[in-house]
Each structure stands twice: as C-alpha cells, then as structure tokens.
C-alpha cells in the first residue's frame, strides 16, 4: 500500500456507519484500489432502510499529499487535500450538491480510533461515530 | 454553337439550387477558421502526462491466449500502470509491479485523473456515466467513458483506463455543428461522401463552369453591342 495512505489501513475492508438521524444512516465500505495505489471509500446514506443517494470518494497520494475526490447520484462533486498528523487526517477543500450548488467548503477531521473513527466538521456541533456496521 | 440565353438560364437556375448550400458552405468555412484549431481542440486546457518514473522492472500482465492490440505504460495519479487494449477496442488495466489485473476507473477517479491534468479556471459541474451502447454525438466513440460537464461549458471525457479522450468546448460543439453543415451531415457529422454533399457540390461546380463559360461571351456581346 501507498505508506501516505497508511492511515486508512484499519478500515479497509470493512463498512462503517453512523446514524444521521433516527432513520437516517450513513454507511462507508473501504477497499483498497490497485493494490494499495488508491483507497476507495463507496457510501449510501439510507432512509427507513431504502437509498437516498451514494457516493464514492477516492483518495490518492499525488507525490506530495493526499488528495481526495468525490461523487455522487446527486450530481454532487467535490475534492481536497487531507493531511495526517497523529491518528488525526484533517480534510480541505470545496464540495457542491448539485451541478447548479454553489461549493461550500469541506473542513473535517477524522480520528482513526480502534474501532472505528470520529468525524468533527465545525458546521455540525455533533461528533459524528462511525462503527463496524452490522 | 452555344446558345448563350439558354446557358445563361440554366446558369441562373442552378445557381438558385445551390445559394443555400453555398451560404452554408461560405458561412461554415468562415467560422471554423476564426479561432486556431488548437484553440478549437482545447488542446491547452490539458497538459501531458508526467513522464514515468518505474522503481523495478515492470512485469506484463498474463494475456495469454488474449487478443489484443496493444499494451502500453501509461502514467496515472497513481503511478504507472499498463493498459490493454484488447481486440474489440475496450481497455484492462494491470499493476505493472505485479502484472494483476485492475477495476476500470470509477467517477472520482476519471475526476482526479482529469483535475490533475486539466489547466482551465473552470470547475467541475458534474460527472456521469457514459452509456457505450449509446455514446453521445460529440464522443463519436461507443467506448465506456466518464463525462465531466464544466462550469464554462465544456465537455471532457474519460476513458475506463482513465485517459482523456475527448475534449468537447462550446466552440468546438459550435465548430462540430458547422462542420456538419459544411459536409451536409448534421445528424452524423462523419460521413464526407454522402449523396446530398456530392449532388450539390456537382451542380455547384457546373454552375460554376458555366459562370465561367458565360463571362467572356457576355463580355464579347457587350464589346458588340458598343
């Protein structure tokens, strides 16, 4: 694997989630891409149990940081750069919704705990869990 | 003895046949040279591949009793990587460290490959699935391919192996459409010999002629008449 993506190591292979809402759920499966060249993190966020909407995000190292990329069935679009630094890897950079979304900015931090991580954006007051989906 | 009445209506006549295909043809022709065709291709927008840079020997991937037409290194965000193309034009990838072959590129991939190439100020709208059995007129191409609408416009495609294949500005799509006027292939905009084209370009090249044949005679008369 690509060692500036090591980081991603405890969750490939597995899917993790979280609850959005009380029927809502976010799940994330991460596979490694060619042989460790990429991560490739696909999501489907779920309402009552049925898809709202996926997405997929890449994330590669460019020769001098991590990059990431992101789509989804909405039209959404977005992408960044993401540094590590102590189980942490803090996210920058612009996502739209939609094709005709203004970009808002990404600024998110994951903590890679044991079992799996924590998601903190300054626009949400809640730390979002991720854990081994069932 | 040539009549010069009779050429003359018939010179009128033919030239009433051909004034709108003419007026396409004049007015087509102008437009596709007003911008470089560099500038048409948006061939800036794109810069090169990074040259590859291999850490060990590469190892081919195991095609053995596959046709294929080619195998190439090609570089990728990612690194090198080998690209097959097999016999019916579609493309595998393969690990040139291990000769294993890989998935096809999905949606953020053919973004990043993209995004890490592209040189315009625009950003990405959207990216979606190109359906091979029904490519888009602009593609030309019935290949597996990812389109990326951009802000200003413009159209990108890439490939499954995560190559940009086509480049598709406003200007080139309005170029396209006048290019299609010009050869009288608006639906296609491919084929050059069809029978519209070789009808009119055959009365316009007699209408043409007979202008010619009809010049000195009227000239001769009017030398005559004074």
Redesign the interface.
């Given at each position: 694997m690509e060692p500036a993506l090591a980081i991603f190591a405890t969750l490939l292979g597995h899917c993790w989630q979280t609850q959005l809402a009380p029927q809502d759920v976010d799940t994330h499966c991460f596979t490694d891409m060619w042989k460790g060249a990429h991560v490739r993190d696909v999501h489907v966020v779920t309402h009552d149990g049925k898809s709202v909407y996926e997405g997929e995000t890449i994330y590669s190292f460019d020769g001098k940081s991590i990059v990431f990329t992101y789509v989804n069935s909405l039209g959404g679009v977005g992408g960044g750069s993401a540094t590590v630094a102590d189980k942490v890897i803090s996210f920058t950079g612009s996502m739209r919704a939609g094709p005709g979304s203004p970009p808002q900015p990404i600024d998110t931090k994951w903590r890679m705990l044991g079992d799996g991580y924590e998601v903190t954006t300054p626009a949400e007051k809640a730390v979002r869990r991720f854990t081994l989906a069932r | 003895m040539i009549n010069r009445r009779r050429l003359r209506r018939w010179h009128i006549w033919l030239g009433w046949l051909v004034a709108i295909p003419m007026l396409f043809w004049t007015v087509s022709g102008v437009v596709m040279v007003l911008k470089p065709i560099e500038e048409v291709r948006g061939e800036a927008l794109i810069r090169p591949q990074a040259p590859i840079r291999l850490a060990a020997p590469p190892v081919p991937p195991a095609l053995e009793g596959i046709p294929f037409k080619s195998l190439s290194l090609q570089q990728r965000?990612?690194?090198p990587?080998w690209v097959v193309t097999l016999a019916d034009g579609s493309t595998r990838?393969a690990?040139p460290?291990?000769g294993?072959f890989?998935?096809d590129v999905?949606?953020?991939?053919a973004?990043?490959e993209f995004?890490?190439r592209y040189t315009g100020k625009a950003?990405?709208?959207?990216?979606a699935r190109v359906d091979p059995d029904r490519p888009p007129l602009e593609l030309r191409k019935p290949v597996k391919a990812w389109l990326i609408?951009m802000s200003d416009g413009a159209h990108f495609y890439v490939d499954a192996s995560g190559e940009i294949i086509a480049k598709r500005t406003r200007w080139w799509r309005f170029y396209d459409f006048m290019w299609g006027l010009h050869i009288m292939d608006p639906a296609g905009r491919e084929d050059t010999h069809n029978p519209w084209i070789i009808t009119f370009a055959l009365i316009s090249v007699t209408t043409v002629i007979l202008a010619l044949i009809l010049l000195p005679m009227t000239i001769r008369r009017r030398k005559a008449e004074q």
């Open positions: - | 965000v990612g690194g990587i990838l690990n460290a291990t294993a890989y998935s999905s949606g953020p991939l973004l990043l995004m890490k950003h990405a709208l959207s990216v609408t």
